[in-house]
């Protein structure tokens, strides 16, 4: 994971002024040990994984919304997908975006407002909960912050990334996407943030959250 992380880092700090077709053309070669473990994680490019993760996010607001008694779990997973989701993004893709892109540390910083203003409706809900008053209200707030933050992403972001981006690198960085999901938290956390909390942080919280959310599936069956 770290090494993933220093080779991309390692490659982006090579081309430090590359942008859009210049950078296309840099195509990284990445070692053959990198090029197995990214197979390995399903040889995914970064763009299509949280894409799909984008579609999934939306299915699961409209799922949270849903009365009965599956509200609480669909609202526990639309959680722990958001938390990792972003945990992801703000550890591995904004940092890339501003190193590769001509315009990315404005792009990044913008995208980066906006997940914290997200991350705020997001703790605000978590702590009214799906039994709470105003839930759907609240949920229906960050829906909708989210859904915009999502669609700036894929068309100011995403689309750049894969015009500057080679595809070798794209797709070590959906790898590292999806190592760093593992142990990612699994609820928001205000000060979790930015490139440097998430990947000092993380580590840590994710299975202390973990533990947590065991510990409360245990209590409630
Ligand atoms: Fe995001
Ligand atoms: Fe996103």
Request: hydrophobic letters at 40%; zero cysteines; charged letters at 30%.
């Amino acid at each position: 994971m770290g090494t993933l992380t220093k080779l991309t880092a390692q490659g982006a700090a090579a081309r430090p002024l590359l942008a859009g077709k210049t950078a296309a053309r840099a195509a990284t070669t990445a070692p053959g040990w990198s090029l197995r473990v990214t197979r390995a994680l399903g040889g995914e490019d970064v763009v299509d994984v949280l894409t799909r993760q984008h579609r999934q996010i939306k299915l699961g607001f409209l799922r949270a919304a849903l009365p009965g008694p599956w509200r609480r779990r669909n609202f526990e997973r639309l959680m722990r997908l958001l938390a990792v989701h972003e945990a992801a993004e703000e550890a591995h893709v904004h940092p890339a975006a501003r190193r590769a892109l001509r315009h990315g540390r404005e792009l990044a910083a913008r995208r980066r407002t906006e997940e914290k203003e997200a991350k705020r409706l997001l703790i605000g809900l978590w702590h009214t909960g799906p039994g709470g008053a105003g839930y759907l209200r609240r949920l229906n707030e960050a829906r909708r912050a989210i859904t915009r933050h999502a669609a700036r992403e894929e068309r100011e972001e995403f689309r750049a990334l894969r015009r500057a981006v080679s595809a070798a690198r794209l797709r070590m960085l959906g790898a590292e996407v999806k190592l760093t999901q593992v142990y990612a938290p699994t609820r928001p956390h205000r000060w979790v943030n930015n490139e440097a909390t998430n990947k000092l942080a993380a580590p840590l919280l994710g299975p202390v959250d973990r533990a947590r959310d065991a510990m409360r599936h245990r209590a409630a069956s």
